[in-house]
């Protein structure tokens, strides 16, 4: 069956620091590839997608996040987090061919200042 | 951004009743919008994925006589819980696709079930 693992489920950070998070897929055919973060108290929101070409990502506020095929991971990046960097961050993969998302179960960061 | 709202945000009913929560995409058409549940501390869940015009389509384990599902038109869709108990409490998430954009899903905020 098509699963998305996220290793971290909770990360204590303090500002500044670098923060990667970890996320694996199980699904041997073509993806697509995001991240979504979910601020206390709101909406889901996209930070960024992978759809092809370049497999590193920019997105917004400074995340990226690098595909590698080989080892079916997408994991999240920022150099330097911020306190308002606060929140929960969701990886979902999107199989070739499918409209569904599957998501990971998700990874609560918490950045203090 | 595109923009999707959830009505009602927050709805409590007594157990045996049914619950109708709407999604409609704002300044967009959607001719597939999807259906999740979230549990406390848990990831989302996919109900269903609901077209515009045709019956929807409900994932492993999902009770389609208990989460009625229609899509009326190209920026709502509606979920009805019928005859909840307190199981069926939880946060649903509704998004919607962007018709031109294709691949990209737009979620709403999302409406806290809670049955007595």
């Known amino acids: 069956a098509q699963s998305v693992s996220q290793h971290n489920h909770h990360v204590i950070l303090s500002e500044a620091a670098s923060l990667e998070l970890g996320c694996n897929y199980s699904?041997?055919?073509?993806?697509?590839l995001f991240w979504y973060v979910q601020y206390p108290g709101q909406h889901l929101q996209l930070l960024l997608k992978?759809?092809?070409?370049?497999?590193l990502v920019k997105g917004i506020k400074g995340f990226e996040a690098e595909f590698i095929k080989s080892k079916f991971s997408f994991n999240l990046r920022k150099p330097s987090v911020q306190w308002s960097d606060t929140a929960e961050y969701f990886c979902?993969?999107?199989?070739?061919?499918?409209?569904?998302?599957?998501f990971g179960a998700g990874t609560r960061l918490a950045v203090h200042p | 951004g595109a923009v999707v709202s959830q009505h009602p945000s927050r709805v409590i009913c007594k157990s045996g009743t049914s619950v109708k929560i709407e999604c409609r995409s704002l300044?967009?058409?959607?001719?597939?919008m999807f259906w999740y549940r979230q549990f406390p501390k848990k990831s989302l869940m996919l109900m269903a994925t609901?077209?515009?015009?045709?019956?929807?389509?409900?994932e492993q384990g999902v009770e389609k006589d208990k989460f009625l599902i229609n899509h009326a038109s190209l920026t709502l869709s509606t979920l009805t819980v019928t005859s909840a108990h307190p199981e069926d409490s939880s946060f649903y998430i509704c998004s919607a696709r962007d018709s031109l954009t294709a691949y990209e899903q737009y979620f709403g905020p999302g409406t806290r079930l809670t049955v007595t």
């Open positions: 300044d967009f058409q959607a001719t597939t």
């Open positions: 699904y041997g055919g073509t993806v697509n």
């Open positions: 609901s077209n515009e015009g045709s019956k929807a389509t409900y």
């Open positions: 979902a993969v999107q199989p070739g061919g499918y409209n569904k998302l599957i």
């Open positions: 992978y759809f092809s070409g370049d497999p």
